[in-house]
């Protein structure tokens, strides 16, 4: 086994792309759900509309990239209203439904023929999108070192990346801290008792919806920008559910939690990807107890396992606060 | 020379064989400049017999139009004069019966002649291709097809909301119990031998074992004693869900397998419709588990005690109800359910991984549409998204059939939030 090689791979990811549009999903999901109370299972859907929207206004109509941004943030906007007027007034759980099916339709007609031309049918677009970007890249070469690798590109994505995550980590903090940050979570405790103080609650619920659509649609940007491609099946409903692991593990309700649940989800990740393939390829594991194309099967069960467990024996996670968010739906 | 009979824009592959084989006849031909040239072809059958009397429509620069049709020997051609763009048509209801051009869009090709004295020769390719069946055969046919889905639907979607109402789960990981039983069916069949006919009734028998009984007795009903929250509840569902999906992945591949057995039934023609026998008979064991499950509902002590326990689980305890024997027996019901929807998938249309997780937005499609937690709003709901599903086909593209329904599913919520047969308590 190269243990070298299993920390270099494993560090570099804790650090790296994934972690940060992970942690921008996450981030997002903690302000409606952490905060707010509201059961978004269409994250996924906001990403993929910030992914799209980078693509395709630069290769299919030639915009340049800083309006793609706009676009994006503009129909994450939209995409959070439409899924917020019929669906806010009604209990956490057709929040949920409506919310997952939303996601779907948006991945199902990116993912169409009908609209191949303008979206790239199931293959996605893949393109120099990002040129724009790459261009200010001032890194000429990337780095090389026993414990960290990334390539020029990659690097400045990490770069890039992480400064976006500190700067919407510290909006959250001066929202949640502020007293309208207050009243989202007074809405998560008891929508009546606001309601009874003559708060415009479902006013409140959307802009929680909205703000926290468009912290997804920036991991959207993030996840397009840093592969130069979009891939339609990469926001299907698992996406939306590996964030909720995300915020679960870092704990809700709690305006770190989504970036250190990150760092440890995709440390655990690649470590255990890492170190079975080296144990197949080593054969330190028989061939007919996983195969080589196996590997990701194990780590997709564990991730859902872990899921489970986390779920069953700690549900605050590592940083939350049991008596602050017990988790349950207002039936 | 060759690079100017750019005029085959062919896109299948098996067309491109048969370019191969023209160009040659192409090349041969006499190469005399500005003299007299012309457009060719022979059409043939799927079975290369020739077709007489096929009119052919030529469209070309200047206002050149000209009409031909083909001979005894399926030949047809027309002179042109001059160099351009030219349009044939093929008049497709000179075709007989049971002939079609293999693609439907290329009844027109379009041919450049740059150099005259080079005759084209134009292909339509003709294959026994579908019978364009009228738009009343199409909604029949879709009809059925509809309530059939509609019946897979409701066949998962009566025990998803069974156990929404009893315990307020809901429940990510309904889905792979269709997906277990669909591969204990192929199991049972392709490996172990047995004939379908005993290999579902088990998988069906199993599932309601693994799915149902032990599912609740060792997984929810100790979550419910520690007093677990409803939304924790879903995201452990949702947990096992990615778990068992992968698991089953890991150990059955991502390929849809068909059962050795029946896999290439024929089907029958009644009238406007057709389907094949293992689709009415699961369809019919289908309709009377329904109907077996509603009765259970409203005749039996059982039943009427799962309905007292999903309408208030205190009130029903207080007056001597056994909540916890009620939720096991809704379990175990709910299971062999869902499990039966899975057999008659695997079926009629294969078993793969995936097939629990395709089936799962629909189911809570129709459960929601109908009104989270009662058991008719499910039926009425998943007949409701099964024939909207497969109408909704007739006008937008196949692939954005599921789409459709979901669409479907917010419009009604945003007209009648508590779903069509709901309760109104149970909104806000």
Redesign the interface.
């Known amino acids: 086994m190269d243990f070298l090689f299993i920390t270099q791979q494993t560090l570099s990811a804790t650090i790296g792309v994934n972690t940060i549009i992970f942690a921008l999903a996450a981030i997002g999901l903690n302000m409606h759900f952490g905060y707010t109370g509201l059961l978004n299972f269409g994250q996924a859907g906001f990403l993929a509309i910030g992914a799209y929207s980078v693509a395709v206004p630069v290769i299919s109509f030639g915009l340049p990239l800083w309006m793609a941004f706009l676009i994006g943030i503009f129909n994450s906007v939209i995409f959070a209203l439409l899924l917020g007027v019929p669906t806010l007034r009604l209990r956490a759980d057709y929040l949920a439904i409506v919310t997952i099916a939303a996601a779907e339709i948006v991945r199902q007609i990116a993912r169409s023929a009908t609209f191949n031309s303008t979206l790239g049918g199931s293959d996605g677009i893949t393109g120099k999108f990002g040129a724009d970007f790459f261009a200010l890249n001032p890194f000429k070469s990337g780095i090389d070192t026993p414990i960290l690798r990334f390539n020029a590109n990659d690097l400045w994505v990490v770069i890039t990346g992480w400064s976006l995550v500190a700067f919407i980590v510290f909006i959250m903090w001066v929202m949640v801290n502020s007293p309208w940050g207050r009243l989202m979570r007074a809405i998560r405790e008891d929508e009546d008792a606001v309601r009874s103080l003559g708060k415009n609650v479902y006013l409140y619920k959307m802009q929680s919806l909205i703000i926290g659509g468009v912290i997804g649609t920036c991991g959207g940007f993030v996840y397009a920008l840093s592969r130069q491609s979009v891939q339609p099946d990469n926001y299907g409903t698992a996406l939306t559910f590996f964030a909720y692991t995300v915020l679960i593990l870092g704990g809700a309700a709690r305006v770190f939690s989504p970036v250190i649940g990150a760092m440890i989800f995709w440390f655990l990740i690649v470590f255990i990807e890492q170190v079975l393939r080296q144990g197949v390829s080593n054969n330190l594991i028989p061939d007919w107890l996983i195969g080589a194309n196996q590997v990701s099967q194990i780590r997709f069960m564990l991730m859902g396992l872990g899921l489970m467990l986390l779920m069953i024996y700690r549900p605050q996670g590592i940083f939350g606060d049991r008596k602050e968010l017990a988790l349950d739906a207002k039936a | 020379m060759a690079k100017s009979l750019t005029l085959l824009t062919l896109g299948r592959s098996a067309l491109l064989f048969l370019a191969l084989l023209i160009f040659p006849v192409l090349l041969s031909s006499p190469a005399q400049a500005e003299t007299p040239t012309k457009l060719y072809g022979v059409i043939t059958s799927s079975e290369d017999e020739p077709l007489s009397d096929i009119g052919i429509s030529i469209l070309g620069p200047d206002g050149f139009s000209s009409q031909a049709a083909t001979n005894e020997q399926g030949d047809w051609e027309v002179p042109i004069l001059s160099k351009g763009s030219y349009s044939i048509t093929i008049n497709v209801d000179d075709l007989p019966e049971g002939q079609a051009l293999t693609n439907p869009d290329k009844g027109t090709v379009k041919a450049n002649v740059f150099m005259l004295g080079v005759d084209l020769r134009i292909l339509f390719p003709i294959g026994p291709g579908i019978v364009q069946s009228s738009l009343l055969e199409r909604s029949a046919q879709l009809t059925l097809d509809g309530i059939l889905l509609g019946l897979v639907i409701a066949l998962a979607a009566l025990g998803l909301s069974l156990i929404f109402g009893t315990t ?1 789960l ?1 429940n990510f990981a309904h889905g792979e119990i269709l997906t277990l039983a669909g591969l204990l069916t192929y199991y049972l069949s392709a490996i172990v031998g047995l004939p379908v006919l005993a290999a579902a009734p088990l998988a069906v028998l199993l599932g309601a074992l693994i799915s149902g009984f032990l599912q609740d007795k060792y997984l929810w009903k100790p ?1 419910r004693r520690r007093g ?5 509840m ?3 569902s ?10 089953f ?2 150990i059955f591949g991502g390929d849809t397998r068909q059962l050795p057995q029946y896999a290439g039934q024929a089907g029958i023609e009644l009238g406007l419709l057709s389907f094949t026998p293992k689709s009415i008979l699961t369809t019919v064991i289908g309709i009377l588990l329904i109907l077996g499950a509603t009765l259970w509902l409203l005749r039996t002590r059982m039943g009427k005690a799962s309905r007292a326990v999903a309408d208030n689980p205190a009130l029903a305890s207080a007056s001597g109800i056994d909540v916890q024997k009620v939720i096991r027996a809704v379990w175990i019901l709910g299971a062999a359910l869902a499990s039966y929807a899975g057999v008659i998938v695997t079926i009629n249309q294969g078993v793969s991984f995936l097939m629990g ?1 395709d089936m799962l ?1 629909l189911i ?2 129709a459960v ?1 549409l109908g009104g ?1 937690g009662t058991a008719n709003g499910a039926l009425v709901g998943s007949l409701i998204i099964g024939l909207f599903v497969q109408l909704s086909t007739l006008f937008i ?1 196949t ?2 059939k ?2 459709g329904a ?2 479907v ?2 419009l009604i ?2 007209i009648r ?1 508590q779903g069509i047969l709901g309760k109104k308590e ?3």
């Open positions: 307020g809901t979550l677990t929250g409803l939304i924790a879903l995201v452990i949702i947990g096992l869900a990615i778990f068992l999906r992968y698991f992945l890991f997780q937005l809570f499609a929601t989270l593209p692939e954005l599921y789409v979901l669409i599913l917010i919520l945003i939030p149970r909104i806000g």
